[in-house]
């Protein structure tokens, strides 16, 4: 096994930790060596791999942003599509606004986790 062969393998450990202590601690209580720990790399390795915490939280991020997820806009499709035949909404096309709202309740989503609030705080407000 080469080094380079070592790295995607490294980088999905980090981003596995990084994904499940940013969604239990929020970005501002985590830092890079509790990930690093959790991913078993030493911090020196873990600033090879990542530059620093932001470049990290994005990379966990990104993909998720990159589409919605089905459930929410299966949702929020049938909220948009009830809404139409009531006359609540009017809505063009339900799919695309349920796609778009789901996908800007995600990126508040991790913004929010980015400003330190842990999943689910706004539920406890």
């Not at 990290?56 to 919605?68: H, M, Q, S």
């Not at 806009?73 to 909220?79: H, Q």
């Not at 996908?103 to 980015?114: M, N, Y």
Request: hydrophobic residues 50%; charged residues 30%; proline residues 5%.
């Amino acid at each position: 096994m080469t080094v380079l062969s070592l790295i995607p393998r490294q980088r999905a450990a980090v981003l596995e930790a990084a994904r499940e202590i940013f969604a239990r601690s929020g970005f501002l209580e985590v830092s890079l060596g509790d990930i690093a720990y959790r991913a078993r790399l030493s911090p020196v390795r873990m600033a090879e791999l990542f530059k620093g915490k932001k470049e990290l939280f994005d990379a966990v991020v990104e993909p998720r942003l990159a589409r919605p997820r089905a459930r929410e806009v299966a949702m929020l499709t049938a909220i948009f599509e009830e809404g139409r035949e009531q006359g609540t909404f009017e809505v063009r096309d339900s799919r695309a606004a349920a796609r778009a709202l789901a996908l800007g309740f995600q990126h508040v989503e991790c913004t929010l986790l980015r400003v330190g609030l842990p999943p689910g705080a706004l539920k406890r407000l």
